[in-house]
């Protein structure tokens, strides 16, 4: 390490996440916001308000200790939910792991400090009546219809992450095995089964798009294409699900990540293995993919309840 300072440690370490271990662009500019908000924490709190730009600039690592550490984790629960507050303190933990593991620091002062215990929730997720609803709904009569429907028949076939669906490109989906390539969180790789409906729907579009702009099928090209035929993005997805979704008549917000909570829970009700489902998902940990089952299990405990005749 060249230097010792906060600052640029933390600017090391989240360029290790991108080209160490294979973190998206997305999860690294988190890292950087919630380090970068402890850093300020620090220099506001435990110092000088005076404290002259060099001074916080070569603030050292290993100044940190764990009772400035809680005191942060303090000042969020004034205004954070405690899966944030988990989220932010894995930041420093791996931070700070990082830093004992180069030999900059001795040990680690967000080891010991305890994460808050987490609300039991359960996903959101749309009744089947409301996927097919909502899918339906869907007119595709022209080209942005045609694509719409695509995109929603594949993140729901699919359960992808809408990131994933976003980054894809024409050459990841095998229409003759009808199954697709997923590039995951971590740059990990999955192959996953896509149905017959959004397959049709796939191609459908893309036939539309080759006929009104003349876009030839080049395999290294984005699978969905915005209005000026770039690759879409995760916020236009999720726009274009939002209005969807208050256009069909839907009461409660839909998101993109809701159709991937909707594709588990339907997987799971009709007797789909759980182990099964955390490979399709791209889960590494199991218990990421237990949540699912709350619901299930609510399900049969309603059913039980209703024909039991000793209940």
Not at 63 to 78: N, P, S
Not at 82 to 105: D, M, N, P
Not at 107 to 127: G, V
Not at 232 to 253: F, N, W, Y
């Amino acid at each position: 390490m060249n230097s010792t300072s906060l600052k640029n440690l933390i600017s090391s370490f989240v360029k290790s996440l991108y080209s160490e271990k294979g973190y998206s662009e997305n999860t690294c500019r988190a890292y950087l916001h919630d380090l970068k908000e402890f850093a300020a924490f620090i220099f506001s709190s435990w110092f000088s308000e005076n404290m002259s730009k060099t001074e916080a600039d070569s603030f050292r690592a290993d100044q940190v200790e764990g009772l400035m550490i809680r005191g942060y984790l303090g000042f969020l629960y004034k205004k954070n939910k405690k899966v944030t507050i988990a989220r932010k303190l894995s930041a420093l933990r791996s931070f700070f792991r990082y830093l004992v593991k180069h030999g900059v620091i001795l040990e680690n002062p967000a080891e010991l400090i305890l994460t808050p215990k987490q609300e039991q929730t359960i996903p959101t997720y749309l009744p089947v009546d409301d996927m097919f609803r909502l899918l339906d709904s869907i007119k595709a009569d022209n080209l942005a219809g045609l694509r719409n429907r695509a995109i929603f028949e594949t993140l729901y076939s699919c359960g992808l992450r809408v990131s994933e669906l976003s980054g894809m490109n024409l050459f990841d989906v095998d229409f003759t095995k009808s199954v697709i390539r997923v590039l995951g969180k971590g740059d990990r790789e999955r192959i996953v089964p896509i149905g017959r409906k959004a397959l049709e729907a796939i191609k459908a579009y893309r036939q539309r798009l080759r006929e009104e702009s003349g876009i030839s099928d080049d395999s290294k090209a984005p699978l969905f294409l915005n209005k000026n035929q770039g690759r879409l993005t995760v916020r236009s997805i999720a726009r274009i699900l939002d209005k969807t979704a208050k256009e069909c008549g839907l009461l409660a917000p839909v998101s993109p990540h809701a159709l991937r909570h909707t594709f588990a829970t339907h997987m799971l009700d009709a007797g789909a293995d759980l182990r099964v489902v955390q490979e399709l998902l791209g889960h590494k940990s199991l218990s990421s993919t237990q949540k699912y089952t709350h619901v299930s299990i609510d399900r049969l405990m309603a059913a039980y309840d209703k024909a039991h005749p000793r209940r």
